[in-house]
């Protein structure tokens, strides 16, 4: 096999979250984006000594899985969904499997096992979604256009592609009220032009249409991201928008002004066109406020199922002081605080604290403290150590020095909360080597049709182990040093995991240089004179700093 090469074969099997098998000539190659069962045509776009991977191009034959027709135009194009043609128990069967094999390796090599070598806890099954369609509470969508230089479209990535938008106009996942509104902008921005922005060329007007809906109260917020690049009244607009009959009432319509240069939603500036900021929703008897960048679940009956195992899970709380970390808008402290003696939660991100502040005050809750500020750095600075901890981080899971600082509490009882399986089994591998073992595993699935998926786990502290008194004192240094040096190639991996950009090492080198970090002896420099270097793209140096931010070398 050599790149470029076309070939057909069967997905033996698919790891987390969508990397399927195929057997060439006794040979695996990596292609994603398929069904176990598939008979897929690809084409062999890398090709290392013990690595081969190749891009998907169609679909030869439908695996015995798919029982069902699509239910939305967009399928399977759309990058939004990839289990659409599965039945919902095959789909969680999936998940399940994906799940446990990547635990019961970690528990192996970690050496948490039975006397006859197999992975020693308890592993509890999955839990499906109440709701298997209509379940978003929240969605971005993008606009674009579906080729290049074609007409402007709103909606979401086609599968596999950073650029090419696909308007999803009779999107399942969401309630009719999301389609309505997407159908309404994108008429409106139509009929009265402005430029989509150009993610290459930092050029343009239109960025993104963030929409959130309370499953509980069906209050709406619209929100309008665009450069600063260009002037538009949107009165107009907004009226169309409010004039919609709709399920749901919407109770704000904002434009978010976004001139960064990453792909992500932001706001430099808000302003509220009409009406609120927020709205609130329901969940297990508790309300919460939200806001445009509010975390909150994104399936809002599914995180009830969730919080419940997790509720489960903890325990007898009386008289424990908590610590709930990523605690995002506070639901998990404040599902804890009515039986604990007191709940600290720690977030970074100061709008959701804010607001995680509000939740409790108006849910009557007085023994929550929110504090902002990076887990890193603010768990030195809390003086009372905890009789239990809980890990809800973000998909990438907790960054390796603030995990040294966590075990070092030493609490008894842990709950993690994962959203990414991989991020899961990598910080494992430190809480089993620190003394820690898994006693019992749940699956959640809050994302029915797509590969996503929760999973629930509970720590406890070996009895044998000998439990560290830390006088913690303000530093950003960790007691603990990683097993492994940052890499390059661990830098370029977490840009291609979050970003599905390949940077050059040659770029890296050139952003250290940038930020003044040491960059050693250079043995591969080249011996010309003046030798020719390409410079690295403005797009780029963004992502690498935020890599070398995250491994905390900035």
Request: aromatic content about 10%; hydrophobic content about 35%; glycine content about 6%.
């Amino acid at each position: 096999m050599k790149k470029g090469d076309i070939y057909e074969g069967i997905i033996e099997k698919i790891e987390f979250p969508n990397k399927g098998y195929i057997y060439i000539e006794n040979e695996p190659v990596i292609v994603k984006n398929g069904i176990p069962g598939q008979k897929v045509r690809f084409q062999i776009n890398k090709k290392r000594k013990n690595r081969c991977e190749g891009r998907l191009l169609s679909i030869v034959r439908q695996s015995p899985l798919e029982k069902r027709e699509p239910v939305c135009e967009g399928f399977p194009d759309c990058g939004g969904c990839l289990y659409q043609t599965v039945n919902y128990e095959a789909q969680l069967e999936l998940k399940k499997r994906q799940v446990r094999e990547l635990l019961d390796e970690a528990l192996i090599q970690g050496g948490q096992i039975k006397e006859n070598g197999e992975p020693d806890y308890i592993f509890e099954g999955i839990n499906g979604s109440p709701t298997e369609f209509a379940y978003r509470n929240k969605m971005e969508f993008s606009f674009g256009d579906e080729i290049k230089d074609g007409p402007l479209s709103l909606g979401l990535h086609k599968k596999g592609s950073t650029y090419d938008v696909l308007t999803v106009a009779d999107c399942k996942l969401v309630d009719k009220d999301f389609t309505d509104i997407l159908s309404c902008v994108l008429d409106y921005f139509t009929e009265n032009p402005a430029d989509f922005y150009k993610k290459m060329k930092h050029t343009g007007y239109l960025r993104h249409l963030l929409i959130r809906r309370s499953q509980t109260t069906k209050e709406i917020l619209v929100n309008l991201v665009t450069t600063s690049q260009e002037e538009h009244s949107l009165e107009e607009l907004v009226q169309q928008v409010l004039k919609l009959d709709l399920n749901g009432r919407i109770t704000g319509f904002l434009h978010i002004i976004n001139d960064g240069v990453a792909d992500v939603v932001r706001s430099d500036e808000t302003r509220i066109l009409y009406g609120l900021d927020y709205f609130y929703e329901e969940i297990l008897g508790l309300r919460f406020k939200i806001t445009p960048f509010s975390f909150f679940q994104t399936n809002t009956l599914g995180a009830e199922v969730l919080y419940s195992i997790v509720r489960d899970y903890i325990g007898q709380t009386k008289d424990m002081t908590i610590f709930d970390l990523y605690s995002g808008t506070g639901t998990i402290a404040q599902i804890l605080a009515p039986v604990a003696k007191r709940v600290i939660g720690v977030e970074i991100v100061e709008e959701a604290v804010l607001a995680a502040k509000m939740n409790a005050e108006w849910n009557r809750l007085n023994n929550c403290e929110f504090i902002a500020g990076d887990v890193l750095k603010v768990i030195d600075e809390i003086e009372e150590g905890p009789d239990f901890i809980v890990l809800d981080p973000p998909r990438d899971g907790i960054h390796q020095k603030a995990l040294g600082k966590i075990i070092d509490f030493g609490a008894e009882k842990i709950v993690y909360v994962s959203c990414k399986p991989t991020s899961l089994v990598r910080d494992l591998e430190m809480f089993l080597s620190r003394g820690y073992r898994v006693e019992r595993v749940k699956v959640v699935d809050l994302f029915p049709q797509s590969v996503h998926v929760e999973t629930v786990v509970s720590l406890s502290l070996k009895k044998d182990t000998h439990k560290i008194e830390v006088a913690m004192q303000p530093s950003d240094e960790s007691n603990y040093t990683p097993k492994e040096k940052v890499t390059y190639p661990k830098i370029k991996q977490y840009i291609k995991d979050k970003y599905d950009v390949n940077v050059h090492t040659s770029y890296i080198a050139q952003v250290k240089r940038m930020c003044g970090l040491d960059m050693g002896e250079n043995y591969n420099k080249s011996k010309k004179e003046n030798p020719d270097v390409k410079h690295c793209p403005q797009e780029k140096i963004e992502y690498i700093k935020e890599a070398l931010e995250y491994y905390r070398l900035l």
